[in-house]
C-alpha cells in the first residue's frame, strides 16, 4: 500500500490530484445541493403562518392554528383535533387559497393593463 502512495520511484503527485478531484466531485454533487434544499425548507418554514395547508412529515394533512418561532412548535387543526408539531416535523406549506386567488387576480388586472396600452 505505501508503494501505491509513494509509487515505485517515490514521490507520486497523481494520487494527490486524484484525491483533491474526488473531493471536489463530492461537494459539488452531494454536499451543495443537499445545502441548498435545506435553505430552501427553512424559508418555506419561516413564512408559514395562520391559516396556510400543511403536509407533515408523517403525512397529516392539517391547516395551522398557530406557530411559536420562540419555541419551534406548529399548531395544526386537523377537522377540529388541535395537534401541536416540531417546525422541523413540516414537509411542505401550501398558501391559502384566498391569498393564491388574490395574487391570479393581481396577475390578471396587470395583463388588461397591459392589454389597453
Do not use: W
Amino acid at each position: 500500500m505505501a508503494n501505491f502512495v509513494l509509487g515505485a520511484g517515490g514521490f507520486n503527485p497523481s494520487f494527490f490530484v486524484i484525491l483533491i478531484l474526488m473531493m471536489a466531485m463530492m461537494y459539488f454533487m452531494v454536499m451543495r445541493p443537499q445545502k441548498k434544499q435545506q435553505q430552501k425548507h427553512q424559508e418555506m418554514v419561516n413564512q408559514m403562518k395562520k391559516g396556510d395547508a400543511v403536509i407533515t412529515i408523517g403525512g397529516l394533512h392539517g391547516v395551522i392554528d398557530s406557530v411559536n418561532t420562540d419555541t419551534k412548535i406548529v399548531v395544526l387543526d386537523c377537522d377540529g383535533v388541535y395537534l401541536k408539531f416540531n417546525l422541523s416535523a413540516i414537509r411542505t406549506v401550501t398558501p391559502t387559497a384566498s391569498e393564491a386567488a388574490t395574487v391570479v387576480e393581481e396577475e390578471t388586472v396587470e395583463e388588461t393593463k397591459e392589454d389597453t396600452k
